[in-house]
């Protein structure tokens, strides 16, 4: 278990800088995923805490220590990689056992910490199989197993769900959470996926092309985002965007003309008369039915019916709405939809978030 602090990261390739200043601190036990568009400095980060890449500067501290010049194989943390990355020759047991033989632990030590993690994640029967006899959710497996045996101060993990097929990682998503509950070790969690990053997080990193968006617990982030780009990220399907005028203020909040939509209100505050702002709204916000109040009518586009929700594309103005059950709705129609006033999110001409008045 172990406290890591980032100061002030920044990494370089050559000429090329691809990490500009990141600092963050995961606590002690928690468990934190890295989100972020594909090239955004996700596997960089991680590799520089594991100490498979430099730091060009900054710190990597683990416990108050500055771990730059420590080699990795001292830094006591252990990296789970996406290509599970096992030795197709040995065995699962050979595979779990190799790092520990490496670090000359005694054989009857190998031995218990292989059988307890063999256990831990129902590999038993499995031990003296070859990699290409499992399947794959086993190989993911003992790619975590051999992690688990070296009794890592810190997990690193780099998407390594996202070779497996949508059953058996909804499967493994709840074993791995559950590993964590019980081992309780600082995990870091790189994922592409909205569903793992907001069911596993404690705290997720929202990065941008090298940069921290936005740090907090996974529902702070999906109520609170900081700015357009966060907002936009974190929720699937995405939230509807518009730009507006801000046409009048007051002390509940603000009136916005949004061309295309009407004219809405929003409980912002902090702007001015005639700024020129975006107006965002989550699909799953939006409701089919007017209330007289913040309503908008569009035409339907397209109708995406999965039983148990629906998705209704409209064309003008361009917005999805995400509406529970089935609907009746077909293209050409017209839809009447309302959008909740505290629902509306405001971002200002630097995409940041306007702040929220009380409701
Ligand atoms: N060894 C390297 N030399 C030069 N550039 C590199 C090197 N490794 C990574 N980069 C660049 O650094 C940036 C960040 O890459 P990184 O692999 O960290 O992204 P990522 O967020 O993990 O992306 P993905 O989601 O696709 O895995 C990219 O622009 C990448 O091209
Ligand atoms: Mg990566």
């Known amino acids: 278990m172990a406290h890591l602090a980032l100061r002030n990261i920044e990494k370089r390739f050559g000429a090329v800088s691809v990490i500009h200043g990141i600092s963050f601190d995961v606590e002690d036990g928690e468990f934190v995923v890295f989100v972020g568009p594909s090239g955004c400095g996700k596997s960089t980060l991680l590799r520089m805490i594991c100490g498979l890449e430099s730091v060009s500067s900054g710190d990597v501290e683990i416990d108050g220590q500055v771990m730059n010049s420590v080699p990795a194989a001292r830094r006591g943390l252990a990296m789970v990689f996406q290509s599970y990355a096992l030795y197709p020759h040995m065995t699962v047991y050979q595979n779990m056992a190799f790092g520990l033989e490496n670090l000359a632990t005694p054989q009857p030590e190998i031995e218990r ?43 690193l993990f780099d998407e390594p769900l996202s070779n497996l097929d949508a059953e058996l990682r909804v499967e493994m998503r709840s074993e791995l959470s559950a590993l964590h509950r019980r081992l309780g070790a600082t995990s870091i969690y790189v994922t592409h996926d909205q569903t793992e990053a907001m069911t596993m997080a404690d705290k997720i990193v929202v990065l941008r092309a090298g940069r921290v968006e936005q740090v907090g617990a996974p ?41 295309g939509v009407g004219v809405l209100r929003a409980l912002a505050t902090g702007t001015q008369v005639g700024a020129a702002v975006s107006v965002g709204i989550r699909p799953e916000h939006i409701a089919l039915a007017g209330t007289g109040d913040n309503d908008a009518t569009g035409a339907v586009a397209s109708v995406e019916q999965l039983g148990g929700l629906s998705y209704i594309r409209l064309a003008a103005p361009d917005l999805v709405v995400q509406a529970p059950g089935q609907t009746g709705l077909r293209p050409g129609d017209t839809a009447t939809l309302h959008l909740p006033i ?15 008045t009380a409701a």
């Open 342 to 356: 505290p629902a509306i999110h405001v971002f200002d001409a630097e995409e940041r978030a306007l702040p929220k």
């Open 113 to 155: 910490r292989v059988a307890e993690a063999a256990r831990m994640l129902k590999l038993d029967a499995y031990l003296q199989r070859k990699p290409t006899a499992l399947s794959g959710g086993q190989r993911q497996r003992v790619a975590i197993g051999r992690a688990i045996v070296r009794e890592p101060r810190i997990f």
């Open 219 to 259: 529902l702070a982030l999906y109520n609170a985002p900081a700015n357009k780009f966060v907002a936009g990220f974190i929720g699937s399907p995405r939230m509807n965007f518009f730009p507006a005028t801000v046409m009048a203020m007051d002390a509940a909040g603000i009136t916005l003309d949004v061309p």
